[in-house]
């Protein structure tokens, strides 16, 4: 019998995790983390996931560098990242964004 349970997770409440983001509601195969109000800064370091990304914009500005592309993203922008895709993101404009990950980030300390 398939797992039909409910889980309500709120963004005042929801845990941190080590670089800012706010983990929400979670499920066996995807998650959803909150950026919220990430403020400018250099370029984060480049990095490689093991997870795919999808996420949408809430507020402000950022560039997305992936793969040799680079990407700006404003609020109503959504974006992929593939799993395994070399990124790396510029906030310009304290930046809100709401991601979702397949695997789950935050387990096995994916999020790191």
Do not use: C
């Amino acid at each position: 019998m398939a797992d039909k349970s409910i889980t309500k997770v709120s963004s005042a409440y929801a845990p941190k995790g080590a670089a800012g983001q706010k983990y929400l509601a979670s499920g066996v195969h995807l998650s959803m983390r909150l950026w919220q109000r990430e403020n400018p800064t250099p370029d984060k370091p480049e990095t490689e996931r093991d997870y795919e990304t999808v996420g949408f914009v809430l507020e402000g500005t950022a560039e997305l560098y992936i793969e040799g592309q680079r990407v700006l993203l404003e609020p109503g922008d959504s974006w992929v990242v593939p799993k395994g895709a070399k990124h790396r993101y510029k906030i310009l404009k304290s930046f809100t964004a709401v991601e979702v990950t397949n695997p789950p980030a935050e387990v096995h300390a994916r999020d790191k």
